[in-house]
């Protein structure tokens, strides 16, 4: 599969009122035609500073930014426009609007490319019917619920057959039912019409649900990049392990006793490996979390697990999952 | 009243008329491009350019400091110029259009600030011009505002050709005094005062009504 983004060395520094502020630092990316592609951060973190990059709505301080080989830094005004019809965006906001009509929002991209008018109503009706929209296409945005607006928004993005989607917290705004749908719908568009789609988001739950792989930022820095399920499954850099970790297990019963995470993927899922501990070990171990989700279309799970006092009873334990071929954490005591 | 009054306050209301009528539309056909102008060019914007900002404003902020009055007698030698004359509705339109030009400005400037950035920013995601964005995005999003401000500027202007009256303009201004003040003849002054204000409701009030059927 083609590249279709590369960022080498990418900083971009903010200077306001002689203060310096790094949003990002030396960011290298790469990123693949056809896959889902997350960018997950805590807010402040800088990415949606890097989604901009990609389509040069903000521009490097250094390093550069390249689709399909080309330095987007170099381009003239005239160029970088006809690339950023080739790159869509959708954002948290959804920016639609308020004062044209839906099909005439979704007809935008169309006029700015210059295609003639009926081509565009054609076109337009198109795309609202994939985003399963076309009754409301007389409507205006504010007689839309939000997520028939984002709905709106994609066709939008659609209508002028971009090489890829960036989505800004697309569904940030949303409640969790209707991100499900939307994300359904995302997946689904990636899938029959092999565009690419880069997700900023701040909610990890985002990712496992659509993402291929997924770049961590965290204060600017690429933390980790990788396959969501690696990622997942054994997290190696502290903000991946915020992320990934659950974030309210029950409290342990000493305060100094030793927690671990074990994640398992589908293939061992259907095992009863607490059983088979106490079974195989005489060890027994306390239960503080225990979940199972589906990430990329594989059914995972995590426990994180207070250990026995004993060091030897706890090697034994670790020992055991390791040999089961789980991926095992240990967790840090906040 | 006598019947002369009368007449002279039909002919009145249709100078005040005439000359807010002419006054507001070549307010609006300068106006507006130095409103838009003011405000793509501020920091921040799409065509953000600092030197043409502050002189643009700069001259906005002169001519919107000068008090009317002042205004429409510094103006007389540029009335006479274009109109051939210094008195009556015709010449009355100069100053009038003169004084409006800067209100209008600023409050275009303030319409579309209204605008929310991401409109612009999706705009530009598109790979649409800085023109185009103007056009198609920014002005079709600030309409209602800009109608609701248009109502504000042409009662403004309404109440600015009263003043003319002062140098030889024409329009109920004038006659309110004339014959109510010079004269004291108060139920001119009243009947006049009156319909000023009516005029002045009927305008503010279509122009809201406007502004809120067209927005969506």
Redesign the interface.
Known sequence: MAEIFRLENVTKVYKNDKIEFTALKNINLSITEGEVFGIIGMSGAGKSTLVRTLNRLEEVSEGSVSFYGRNLSELPPSEIRKVRRQIAMIFQSFNLLSQRSVISNVMQPLKIAGIPRSDRKKKALEMLKVVGLEDKKHQFPSRLSGGQKQRVAIARALASDPKVLLCDEATSALDPKITGEILELLKEINETRNLTIVIITHEMSVVEKICDRVAIIDEGNLAEVGEVKEIFRNPKSESARKLVFPSNPFDPSSSDSRLIRVAFDGLSAGRPFIADLVEKTGKKVNILCANTKSVGGVGYGQMVMELPKDKEDQEIVIDFFKSSGLSVQEVERT | MSEYIIEAIKTGIFETLQMTFFASIFAYIAGLPIGILLYATDKGRILSNRPVNFVVGLIVNITRSLPFLILLVLLIPFTRFVTGSSIGTTASIVPLTIGAIPIVARMVESSLNEV?P??I?????????PL?III??IL??A??SLLFGGAINIATVLGYSAMAGVIGGGGLGAIALQYGYYRYQKEVLWTTVTLLVIMVMVIQEGGNLISKK???
């Open positions: 929310s991401g409109i920013e999706a705009a530009a995601s598109m790979g649409a011009s185009y198609h995005f079709p999003e309409t209602p067209t927005r969506k």
